[in-house]
């Protein structure tokens, strides 16, 4: 590949990259043709591209993306592929039920929510992920319910205060 391409390449792929929220490194080697194409058919059900890619434009790629995280750059050895995804554990999820069945891919590191996590031992974490929205969803729901009953407590204390008042205006009447 001319110099001149490769660079092109690194830029698409930093494009990519930062295009994306999150991204999973993994090991897809020794998969024929047609669970290769199993693969990437989920991928695309599951809003995850996959990306096969040489280890050091890769590891250009990621030092020109905002993205970089160089811890990672210890797993790029071998085959790796490249899983984006604007939800965190999406891929986390596809590599878990499609290795069920394959023993691949295998997960060698991954950069979700501005973290980095390294090996397959990190799969059932990443699956496990939250992303902000649902972390602050939760904390506003956690905080809404206490409001909630405060409310209600002052509503009924209201009517019965109301309830009240309106009996001693009778009596002095």
Same mark, same amino acid.
């Given at each position: 590949?001319?110099?001149?391409?490769?660079?092109?390449?690194?830029?698409?792929?930093?494009?990519?990259?930062?295009?994306?929220?999150?991204?999973?490194?993994?090991?897809?080697?020794?998969?024929?043709?047609?669970?290769?194409?199993?693969?990437?058919?989920?991928?695309?059900?599951?809003?995850?591209?996959?990306?096969?890619?040489?280890?050091?434009?890769?590891?250009?790629?990621? +030092?020109?993306? /905002?993205?970089?995280?160089?811890? &990672?750059?210890?797993?790029?050895? %071998?085959?790796? !592929?490249? *899983?984006? $995804?604007?939800?965190?554990?999406?891929?986390?999820?596809?590599?878990?039920?499609?290795?069920?069945?394959?023993?691949?891919?295998?997960?060698?590191?991954?950069?979700?929510?501005?973290?980095?996590?390294?090996?397959?031992?990190?799969?059932?974490?990443?699956?496990?992920?939250?992303?902000?929205? +649902?972390?602050? /969803?939760?904390?506003?729901?956690? &905080?809404?319910?206490?409001?909630? %009953?405060?409310? !209600?407590? *002052?509503? $009924?204390?209201?009517?019965?205060?109301?309830?009240?008042?309106?009996?001693?205006?009778?009596?002095?009447?």
């Amino acid at each position: 590949m001319k110099r001149s391409d490769k660079i092109q390449v690194i830029e698409q792929l930093t494009k990519e990259i930062n295009s994306y929220s999150h991204y999973y490194l993994a090991d897809i080697s020794n998969l024929n043709a047609e669970v290769t194409s199993d693969l990437r058919r989920l991928c695309n059900k599951r809003e995850v591209k996959l990306v096969v890619v040489k280890n050091t434009i890769l590891r250009k790629a990621l +030092e020109n993306s /905002g993205k970089d995280s160089p811890e &990672l750059h210890e797993v790029l050895v %071998n085959n790796t !592929s490249i *899983l984006f $995804s604007n939800t965190g554990s999406a891929p986390a999820k596809l590599i878990k039920e499609f290795s069920k069945k394959n023993k691949k891919p295998v997960l060698k590191g991954a950069y979700v929510e501005q973290c980095a996590y390294l090996g397959a031992d990190q799969l059932e974490a990443l699956i496990n992920v939250k992303s902000k929205e +649902e972390l602050l /969803g939760g904390i506003i729901a956690s &905080l809404q319910s206490p409001i909630k %009953n405060v409310m !209600s407590a *002052l509503q $009924s204390g209201g009517q019965t205060i109301a309830g009240v008042l309106k009996t001693l205006e009778e009596r002095n009447a």
